[in-house]
Structure formats: C-alpha cells, structure tokens
C-alpha cells in the first residue's frame, strides 16, 4: 500500500493506493480505522465495472446516479440527501463516493450538507478524479449559470486509488486526464513531463498498472503538497488553476456538451502558454515543452466553430474575477505566475491564434 | 457600543450591540474594519422597517424575500445565489443579512456554499436571532422532510445587534424568543430567570431598549461560551438542544405552520422538565423554576389535538440520533444532562401527560 498525507485544516487524512484496492474497499477502510459505509454513492457507468464490487465488500448500500456531468446539480443532491434520510443515516457515519469527478465533487457536497456535514470516502475511479478531483477537499455543484458555483471546502476522511480502474476508462477520458497530469507535473514534477510525452505516443491506455500508480501518486503528491500549504485558496493553490480560466469557459459556452474537463484544461493550457510567452514569462524552450505535452496526449474536439465573444463573456464571469478584473495563471519557466490581469481582448486575440493554429 | 468575542476555527468574530446599529450600518462595520456589503438580504416584514435603512447607509443592494419559514429552502438559496452571480459578486465580498432566524440561517447558508463560501454580517432583528440563531455558525435549510437537514458550520464575520429592533417585533414574536431566553438562562445565567419572570408578566414588550440590550447580552454571552467551547457540537454545545428535541417535532408535526420556533421550543422545554423530574435530575423546586419561566411567557398554540403517534414518528427523524436512539438534552439541577437516551413510548407518555396538562 503506496501512501501519502494531506493536511487538513478540518482533518488532516491519507491518500493510499493499491491495485485491487476497490474490490476489498471495507477491508482497506477498515485497516485506516474507518467504520464500514452504510451508503456506497456511484454513476450507471462505474457501478457495475467497480462500485458494485466495492459496495458489496464493505456492506454498503449501493446508490447510482445517472452518469455524466448534468447529474452535478441540486436535484441529484437532494435526491441523494432523502435516500440516505430514508435509511436513517446520522452523523456518525460515513458515505463513500466510487467513481470520477463528478462523483466525488458531487458526493463531497452532499456530505458537506447533510445534517450539516458528515464524514466521506473518495475511491476515484478516473485519471482526473486520482490526480486532481478527489484531492483537496473541494466539492461542489453546477449551477445553470456555470461549473462550481455551488460548493464547500469539506476534505474526504480518507482517498482510495485503485489504479486498475484505469484500465476500463475509455481512452478519450484517459487523455483527457492526461490535461491534468501534464498541470501537475508543470506545477511541481517536471520529470513526469518526457515520461507522459513517451508514454502517451504509442498506447497510453495499456500501461501496466505499476506504472499507472506511480504517475498517479507522483501527482497525488504534487497536488497534496499544494492543498496542504493552502487549503482555501488564499495563495498558492491558486497555482492548481493553471489552464482552467480557459477551460471553465470552454465547457460553459458549449453547455459542457463537447469537451471533457481535461480536454476543455488542455485547450486552456495551450492558451496559458500563449499568454506565458507573450508576456516574456516563458522562454521558447518552456513554451515548447509545455505545450508538446499536451499534445502528446493526442487530438482535442475542435475550437475553430466557437464565437470568441461568447467564450470571452464566459471568462468574465470565472470564481477567481474580483473588482480588478480575472486573474490568470500563467506558466513561467520557473513553474506559474499567480494573479496575472488578462483583459479580455488579449484573452480573444489568444483564443482566435488557437482558433487559426488548429484549424 | 457593548461587544463580545465568539470563538471559532474558522475566524473569531465579534457580537456587538448598540442601539440604532442598524441604521448606522455601514458605520458600525467600517469601523470594525469590514468593507461595505454589496447584497444586504431581508424579508418582506424587516425590510420596510430596518433594513431599507440599514442597506441605505451601506450603500448595499436590498435583496428581499418573502417573510416566513417556506423561504427556508432550496429554491430561494439558488435564486439569491443567481442575484448575487448577476450583480457579479465574488469571493473578497460581503454579504448582510437583516431579520430573523429564518433570514440569517439562509444567507448564512447561501454565503457558505456560494463560490465555495464567502464572508457575511448577522444583524438579527428577532429575540430568537439575537440570543439565538446569529450566533455560532450554524446555518441551514429545510428540506420537505424536516427542519435545517442541510446546513453549514459558517461562522459570520460580525454580528450587530440594534436591540430597538425588538420595537416592532410582534408580542407573540417577542414571547416565543422568550422561550429561548429561558433555555439559555437556564444553561448558564439562572440569576436572567427571576428577571423574565417579573419582565413577562406586566408588559413584555415594552421594556426601555438597555433593558433589552443588557438580557440580549447577557444570553448572547451564555451561547458564546457554549459555542466557543465546542462550535461543531462533539460534545458539551448539544447543551443547546435543551426543549429542541419535542420542539423539532412539534414544528414538523404541524407542517411548520402552527407553532413559531420559540412557541415550539417552550413546549419542548416544558416537556424536558417533566422527564428530568422523572428521572431524578430535576428536584420539584427546579423542575418548578425552569416550568414557571416558560409559562411566564404566556399562552402557547395547543398540542391537545396533535396525535401522539405523528409527534412520536418526528422525534425519531432527529438529527441528533445514532444507533442507540435518540439523544435528549434534559434539565438537571446544576445544568444539563447530554445523551439522555428516551425511548419513544416515554415520550410519548410525556407527550400525552402534557397534553392532559394543557387542556
């Protein structure tokens, strides 16, 4: 069992891993000293692939919700909230969220809530839910204005990485995970970066699972690292945000239809190495590098289509905007710039490169 | 300008009182060193009278909604969040709330989970608000099943009392905060209790506005002992569960259309008494000193025709309950008794002793 710590300003907990982990999830639980979960929360994709056989080896009831980015809104909370008031859950207990970031963001949130927070169990079971979604304690809902607008700082009691779950997700979200992978290792594991590059070549999805996890807590690491220092977002976590001014705006303004997450962040990662480069933050080389990572990862639904404006209104209405405008984070050879005034006419003059670089 | 300190881990904040605070309102928080709110929230009652006042001298946008508890759900958290994302509110801002316990626990929910939370200012305009609901954190919703199921431990920035908010308070408002001035002078300042005795008799409401501020206060300092000690309720601040119990019950029993939360909470209390005098925790004197006070306050909406069984069937929903049954918080002479277990037929039987009683 590979394991790392984050710190908490709630509770500190573990991240652990271990190929096979989700299938003897109660004893893994049990081993950390954690109770069996009465409610086991999974999507009709991911149950009967993994949650089904995690649910049964904890003695958990099994609760699925429709899979897809739509199920993270309130409906599915409160829906989830009668279920586990139907079966008498008190705040004692625990809920264990299997499966992506949707999932796990959306589970976290209905624990953060219920009876004014209960403890829960991330076992993500996605490339972006093991490096990014599940660590952190951000959870969170959609509103119909944006992604996340609705959520809580509420740290899981403990995240379980089973990393042969990898090997039944489709390939296109394994490289859209790769986005993510390709953030992390910039912001603090430069060496993963030739690694993803190689691997991705030939056949990413068929990597032994060895490998899988290394990759994954060398992630894990990086991100708990950052979280740890800044649990809230006051500084240095902003760091994480690195290709997702972009990316936020790209989901938002095709109705989260046509990109993943991570495929929306690798766009918004070729935009921040743009707006890098420009602003003499990163020299050709580091430009070059980041970028041909995420390209390694393979091809991305098209931008070409897309009114500039209605990505440009999108970016102003992002999280991180305050009285000054939106703050970006933008690559610098030496790791991120934080809070970098993007107006939104130079954010349309990067987005139309993109456009004519691609197309 | 009269003031305390309430501890949290999230942020120390501070309750201060001073007559005519509301309408100085941008005065009182600059001069705490908070910005000026940019969404001041109210209700239909309050905003005529005090918070149209209060956003005035803010230069806040008064954002209103319809007085009473239905306002305590969903549907009007996702409307106030969409006002706030209109207005292009973000996360280094401030919000008000301006009313009653209602009022406070939905914005105080509202700024917790908006952009993953954002700071707030309580100015309770209702007894309860000020000795009560303002202080300690806990914010919250109703869900069709019950009252405040989903909720957040979000401490405000500030609390501002204006005790001539108690002017136009209704007498039946003004007696059912009573009944919490009751519980909290029970937990910790007993010498209030002679006082509301003498206090309710002649003319409860008409009472000079020092008077007011000084029990205000006086109470406010009892529940910032209680929550300062334990803000996530492990331990001694169930304390403050004391008449919750049946007073939950009552309320949902009854649709939350009957009894005012106080109304329920008197009952409750009533209800208390009888079960630490038959266990032995209560002597005759006290079970006598702790029932006087509640009937001080004057008649309560009956329970002589609310069905047992129902009432019955709503304790067990508590979310106060574990494996081993429902906790009670019942009087004892030096204080309070926590985790008294009560099984149901014996509330029930207090339940049917109480009913005789009343009718």
């Known amino acids: 069992m590979q394991r790392l710590q984050v710190e908490s300003r709630l509770a500190s907990y573990q991240v652990v891993a271990e190929p096979g982990a989700l299938g003897r999830l109660g004893e893994v639980l049990a081993a950390e000293g954690l109770a069996a979960p009465r409610s086991l929360v999974s999507d009709t994709v991911v149950a009967p692939l993994w949650a089904q056989a995690a649910a049964a080896s904890c003695g958990a009831s099994l609760l699925t919700i429709p899979a897809g980015e739509a199920s993270k809104c309130w409906a599915t909370v409160e829906d989830l909230l009668g279920r586990w008031l139907e079966r008498g859950l008190h705040r004692g207990e625990l809920v264990a969220a299997v499966g992506g970031g949707v999932v796990s963001d959306l589970v976290g949130f209905a624990a953060a809530v219920f009876l004014r927070g209960i403890a829960w169990v991330a076992a993500p079971t996605t490339l972006v839910g093991m490096v990014d979604a599940a660590i952190g304690g951000k959870t969170g809902i959609n509103l119909e204005r944006g992604k996340n607008l609705v959520g809580a700082f509420w740290p899981p009691r403990l995240v379980v990485i089973d990393p042969q779950a990898l090997r039944t997700l489709p390939a296109r979200e394994l490289a859209a995970g790769g986005a993510?992978?390709?953030?992390?290792?910039?912001?603090?594991?430069?060496?993963?970066?030739?690694?993803?590059?190689?691997?991705?070549?030939?056949?990413?999805?068929?990597?032994?699972?060895?490998?899988?996890?290394?990759?994954?807590?060398?992630?894990?690491?990086?991100?708990?690292?950052?979280?740890?220092?800044?649990?809230?977002?006051?500084?240095?976590?902003?760091?994480?945000?690195?290709?997702?001014?972009?990316?936020?705006?790209?989901?938002?303004?095709?109705?989260?239809?046509?990109?993943l997450h991570g495929e929306a962040v690798a766009w918004g990662l070729l935009a921040a190495a743009r707006l890098g480069r420009r602003r003499g933050l990163l020299s050709p080389a580091a430009c070059e590098e980041l970028s041909s990572a995420v390209r390694a990862l393979g091809p991305l639904p098209g931008i070409a289509d897309l009114a500039a404006e209605a990505v440009a209104s999108h970016i102003g209405r992002d999280k991180k905007r305050d009285d000054g405008g939106v703050a970006w984070v933008l690559p610098s050879d030496g790791g991120v710039a934080l809070g970098q005034r993007v107006t939104i006419d130079e954010a349309l003059e990067v987005f139309t490169e993109l456009q004519k670089a691609a197309s």
């Open 180 to 259: 993510e992978v390709v953030k992390t290792a910039w912001l603090g594991d430069r060496g993963l970066l030739p690694v993803i590059r190689d691997m991705a070549q030939p056949r990413f999805g068929a990597l032994p699972v060895e490998v899988w996890q290394e990759l994954v807590m060398r992630c894990a690491t990086v991100k708990a690292g950052v979280v740890s220092a800044d649990e809230r977002e006051a500084g240095p976590r902003a760091a994480l945000n690195l290709g997702h001014t972009l990316g936020h705006a790209l989901e938002a303004a095709t109705a989260y239809r046509r990109f």
